[in-house]
């Protein structure tokens, strides 16, 4: 039998607070149970693990919407579609490394110019922003 906890366990067991729950009941992303007489509504061990589950996909870079279309995939046999959207994931990050690095080249260029120039003369840095 799974255990019934109320919002606050269920943010404390998935390692959320209590307005991320919510935030994902509206997007979503979780279902929200119905109200019962006693008032409050509870959350079995399933609802965390799905919390855990879109809070790892986020720290991967997915969207919300992606994390849906994964939750819509998970139990079924489409290990292909996931494949297929974490490889467009990763072709997403290694291109966003790929600008990161070319910034802090620039970066490093700008400031061994500041470095390397004589104080009383103009900025290398604004200058190179003005330039280029």
Do not use: W
Not at 49 to 73: H, N, V, W
Not at 90 to 98: C, D, F, G, T, Y
């Amino acid at each position: 039998m799974t255990e019934k906890m109320t919002i606050s366990r269920l943010a404390s067991a998935a390692g959320v607070n209590v307005e991320t729950v919510r935030f994902y009941q509206k997007s979503g992303l979780i279902d929200e149970p119905a109200r019962p007489y006693s008032g409050y509504r509870t959350y079995g061990s399933d609802d965390a693990r799905r919390i855990r589950f879109i809070k790892r996909a986020q720290l991967l870079g997915f969207t919300l919407d992606e994390i849906a279309s994964l939750l819509k995939l998970e139990g079924s046999q489409t290990c292909a579609s996931t494949r297929d959207l974490a490889a467009r994931k990763l072709a997403m990050v290694e291109a966003k490394l790929s600008d990161l690095l070319a910034m802090k080249t620039a970066l490093a260029t700008m400031v061994s110019r500041c470095d390397s120039e004589h104080p009383g003369a103009n900025c290398p840095i604004i200058q190179t922003l003005i330039d280029d």
